[in-house]
């Protein structure tokens, strides 16, 4: 049976592991934003950031962020939560893709990665859920990121950028040390 979010939600251990990432799958009410093409956007969670994540007609998981960047993420719900298992700290490896560079993004993941923080929260959600591990969820995250035809508005009508920033780790004195 294919993951989806009521099967994901009837796990409720599940769900808790999941929150110490950083996933809530509490949608907001009313929605801050439009995406072309698609009437009624089903949110399906948040973060604590602000972000909302969307499930597409199409299937594909869409992250709106509050700070006005969006873009496809997974192209299923469960590559969605492979990735957010596998690298919980995806979001960040896009601030520090140097405009959507994969090498960049693989060297952001890894220190990352060196720098946890919660590390057995990380790896008890890592080993709660019966999914195969994501061949390369890196790029995964990449193609998605760089394929994304959702065109995602403000309330005023003004469309959202790509979720890919600007930084590298070179940016970042913690992670250049870790990556060093």
Do not use: H
């Amino acid at each position: 049976m294919p993951l989806t979010p009521e099967v994901l939600t009837a796990q409720g251990e599940v769900v808790a592991w999941l929150g110490s990432l950083d996933v809530s799958f509490a949608a907001e009410e009313e929605p801050w934003f439009t995406i072309d093409g698609v009437e009624n956007p089903r949110q399906i969670g948040s973060d604590g950031c602000g972000g909302t994540f969307v499930l597409l007609p199409s299937r594909n998981v869409l992250y709106v962020s509050s700070e006005g960047r969006a873009g496809i993420i997974a192209g299923t719900f469960e590559a969605f939560i492979q990735l957010v298992v596998a690298r919980p700290y995806w979001l960040d490896i896009l601030k520090f893709s140097a405009g959507g560079d994969l090498t960049e993004m693989r060297r952001a993941a890894d220190a990352l990665e060196a720098t946890l923080d919660e590390e057995d929260d990380v790896n008890a959600a890592r080993g709660s859920l019966d999914l195969p591990d994501a061949d390369d969820p890196i790029e995964a995250l990449y193609e998605a990121v760089a394929t994304s035809d959702a065109i995602v508005r403000a309330t005023d009508g003004s469309p959202f950028t790509t979720l890919f920033n600007r930084f590298s780790i070179e940016n970042n004195r913690m992670l250049r040390n870790a990556a060093a």
